[in-house]
């Protein structure tokens, strides 16, 4: 459902991400307010919680579309958060840290996140990122619902894009939703060497590069779960899905 709101010069506007429910947890009260604030001017229904208790039984009570998320928080750390609402129901994660920290992003990535940013960030990038992971969302519940011929076979490597469901060897591999979309661009064209920013662009919406680093922490991830022979890295180039020769 859209919100419309009457402009200065009494024309009605329909502001984007209306009645989308962002669940902001950050123990930061300066941090906190300021997402509250650009969020809610972007349209967004927000609420917040200071801890990791408080976070879980909000996210249980208010069912958010969206969880903005910080690892550092009171009573138990982030990751947990989002280990245990990723438990009760599925909802995109963007992580929050204050470290620079490759191991912290592919934990929080291992437990459910979808993305991640480092303090210091731009409200703007912050609320892009918000919109982008929610249109993702969008389009995984649309091709849930339309069915698509067959299941892509590219060796032990099985994608079956009606289920959203990955297999190696028989075997079903959980992938959070990017990394299942990023497996799907890069299995759009097996192996030919796609760039960060392509992969950015077409799996993110994001065309700024230095969100760059955001791919390669997913591509990580990724290798972790399906084998890191599956995916060639080209130095300063990009990456590329290895199939058996024909």
Request: contains cysteine.
């Amino acid at each position: 459902m859209e919100q419309t709101q009457t402009s200065h010069n009494g024309t009605a506007t329909t502001t984007p991400g209306a009645q989308r429910r962002v669940l902001v947890v950050e123990d930061d009260a300066t941090i906190v307010d300021a997402i509250a604030t650009r969020l809610r001017a972007e349209g967004f229904l927000v609420q917040t919680a200071g801890d990791g208790p408080s976070a879980v039984d909000t996210a249980e009570a208010w069912q958010p579309d969206l969880l903005i998320l910080d690892i550092m928080l009171p009573g138990f750390d982030g990751l947990e958060v989002c280990r245990r609402v990723q438990a009760q129901r599925p909802v995109p994660v963007l992580m929050l840290t204050a470290r620079d920290d490759e191991t912290d992003m592919l934990v929080g990535l291992g437990v459910g996140a979808d993305d991640y940013m480092t303090k210091p960030f731009s409200m703007r990038e912050l609320a892009a990122r918000v919109h982008v992971l929610l249109r993702r969302m969008e389009r995984a519940a649309l091709a849930a619902t339309t069915p698509r011929s067959g299941i892509l076979r590219l060796g032990e490597l099985e994608i079956d894009h009606a289920q959203r469901r990955v297999r190696v060897r028989s075997e079903d591999v959980h992938l959070t939703p990017t990394e299942f979309d990023l497996l799907v661009c890069l299995a759009n064209t097996p192996r030919a060497v796609l760039s960060r920013e392509q992969l950015l662009a077409e799996v993110w919406d994001w065309a700024d590069a230095s969100g760059t680093r955001t791919v390669d922490s997913h591509i990580k991830a990724l290798r972790r779960k399906i084998g890191a022979e599956r995916i060639r890295t080209v130095h300063g180039v990009g990456y590329a899905l290895e199939t058996p020769t024909p």
